[in-house]
């Protein structure tokens, strides 16, 4: 069974820093391509970042030079690194793992709100 379990959120004033970690039991993350996708208030999920198979990159506009998502193929988690923190960077944080047969998998969420 696979289970995504994310940890690391909180609260922070603007300006400051989080990482968020997702550990993974059940798979293997390195063959496959995890993502990072928040939800605010009022506001529509959207892809946060994303790392592929062969370790590329992509981020949305919003948090590119503030945010960096990585992976430890040893420990077999995904984390993301947010500084500079603002405050439309509150919102539910989710880490999401799809499988190379195109199985999808998401954890349950960490909560990240920033203070202004």
């Known amino acids: 069974q696979v289970q995504l379990v994310e940890s690391g959120g909180g609260l922070v004033q603007a300006g400051g820093s989080l990482r968020l970690s997702c550990a993974a039991s059940g798979t293997t993350l390195m063959y496959d391509r995890q993502a990072w996708l928040r939800q605010g208030p009022g506001k529509q999920r959207e892809l946060v970042a994303q790392i592929n198979s062969d370790g590329t990159t992509i981020y949305v506009d919003s948090v590119k030079g503030r945010f960096t998502i990585s992976r430890d193929n040893v420990k077999n988690t995904v984390d993301l690194q947010m500084d500079s923190l603002k405050a439309e960077d509150t919102g539910v944080y989710y880490c999401?793992?799809?499988?190379?047969?195109?199985?999808?998998?998401w954890g349950q969420g960490t909560q990240v709100t920033v203070s202004s």
């Open positions: 999401r793992t799809i499988t190379r047969g195109g199985r999808d998998y």
